[in-house]
């Protein structure tokens, strides 16, 4: 992908902003009811930074543990969405709706929590279409929590 790098994104108000030195890794959809509650949308859209790459420059979100193996990041002044990040993991997924040029990043990943997907709602970029279930990475979280990894 290319874009503008340093990536910077932030809150609606400015309270909390965030760097990163690369570009995402991937840029993802989720459909599942779980993210259109938290970010008042029919559906999210989340970028992965590698491990390092990515700080928080100013504030930090407040957290709202979602499930046992993942927790959501928002500004406790503004409400906006920062982030997703599941147990154990070194750096979140940042909502794309958060970074200052989101239009640099389009999604090349695939929709998740197709369970979810409002029906009205078409898709029609040609990404693989998936089930929450179905998620590596939430399978691996469910994982590290079966096996006894909490929050610290
Ligand atoms: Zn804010
Ligand atoms: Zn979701």
């Not at 459909?31 to 100013?58: D, N, W």
């Not at 750096?91 to 197709?114: K, Q």
């Amino acid at each position: 992908m290319s874009g503008i790098v340093p990536v910077t994104g932030g809150c609606l108000c400015g309270a909390i902003r965030w760097r990163a030195e690369t570009p995402p890794e991937w840029v993802a959809y989720c459909h599942c009811h779980m993210c259109q509650k938290a970010l008042g949308g029919i559906f999210g859209v989340f970028a992965s930074f590698p491990p390092g790459a990515f700080r928080y420059t100013k504030g930090e979100p407040r957290y709202y543990q979602s499930s046992p193996w993942a927790r959501r990041g928002f500004c406790a002044d503004c409400g906006t969405s920062l982030d997703f990040w599941l147990i154990d993991d070194a750096v979140p997924a940042l909502t794309l709706g958060g970074f200052d040029r989101p239009e640099d990043w389009p999604p090349d990943l695939y929709h998740t929590g197709i369970e979810g997907k409002v029906p009205w709602h078409a898709i029609a970029d040609g990404l693989p279409q998936q089930p929450s279930d179905a998620s590596v990475f939430v399978r691996e979280a469910k994982a590290k929590v079966a096996a006894g990894k909490s929050w610290s």
